[in-house]
């Protein structure tokens, strides 16, 4: 009897340490978020559902977030900035309407997340991150991801990308104390920008900006907490 307890208890610490190491089914986690965070709350556009089907957000977070990745909250990426709540991604890009033909520009490039889900939607992306490591790091995952059609740039975001400019559409995922002017300079007529307006680490409002002929329409959506756009 005892010999035989030992090789038995043997066999259940090996299943039991396979289980402990054995990576999630991603694909069925990104699933679930995208049917109980995502379609349940409301987002219709199919382009969107579809991107947040598509991108893998595990590989976008630090390995020690990975099987938290499709978790109904922002994650830490370093440098004291966030990957935003999936929601959240996904109410900012149907918020702005996009076409396929559209030339968009992110501000706050972070983990790269975001530029990815615009990437499955759009025809090009430019995105601008203020720390050189996230924008390094964001690069090299949307590089392995195969994405051809984003272009990165590090430097202060309240500018835009002057060079790029007219865009079809304006992302910026951290929160400013005032519209960027320089951004709405950078929209084209027609265009519309989302953007989190508020103090720091307080109350802030996501406002949808739409420009037209010249004249700026805003309207405020969501309360929301981001990181601060910093002014330098
Ligand atoms: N879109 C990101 C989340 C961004 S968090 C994602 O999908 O992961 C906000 C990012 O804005 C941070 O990486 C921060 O460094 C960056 N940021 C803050 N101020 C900025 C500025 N003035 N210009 C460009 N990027 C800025």
Redesign the pocket.
């Known amino acids: 009897m005892k010999r035989g307890l030992v090789p038995c208890i043997i066999t259940l610490l090996f299943v039991y340490a396979r289980c402990q190491t054995t990576e999630p089914d991603y694909s069925d986690l990104r699933e679930k978020m995208v049917k109980e965070q995502i379609i349940a709350r409301g987002i219709k556009d199919r382009k969107v559902i579809k991107a947040m089907m598509e991108v893998p957000r595990h590989l976008?977070v630090p390995e020690k977030y990975r099987k938290e990745a499709y978790g109904d909250y922002p994650l830490p990426?370093g440098?004291g900035?966030?990957?935003?709540q999936p929601y959240v991604?996904a109410f900012m890009t149907e918020a702005v309407e996009l076409k396929s033909n559209y030339k968009v520009l992110?501000?706050?490039?972070?983990?790269?997340?975001?530029?990815a889900?615009l990437a499955e939607i759009v025809d090009s992306v430019f995105t601008?991150?203020?720390?050189g490591e996230?924008s390094k790091r964001?690069r090299k995952v949307i590089g392995e991801l195969g994405y051809k059609n984003v272009f990165f740039r590090v430097?202060?975001?309240?500018y835009g990308w002057k060079e790029h400019a007219p865009y079809d559409a304006i992302?910026v995922?951290?929160a400013a104390d005032s519209i960027p002017s320089a951004l709405v300079e950078q929209l084209k007529d027609g265009g519309k920008m989302i953007v989190p307006i508020g103090p720091q680490f307080s109350l802030q409002f996501l406002y949808l900006i739409e420009k037209r002929k010249g004249k700026i329409n805003t309207k405020s959506l969501l309360p929301v907490r981001?990181?601060?756009?910093?002014?330098?």
């Open positions: 976008f990426i440098f900035q966030t990957i935003s991604v992110e501000i706050g490039t972070g983990s790269g997340y975001q530029a889900v601008v991150e203020i720390i996230l964001a430097g202060n975001g309240w992302i995922t951290a981001f990181v601060p756009l910093r002014r330098q």
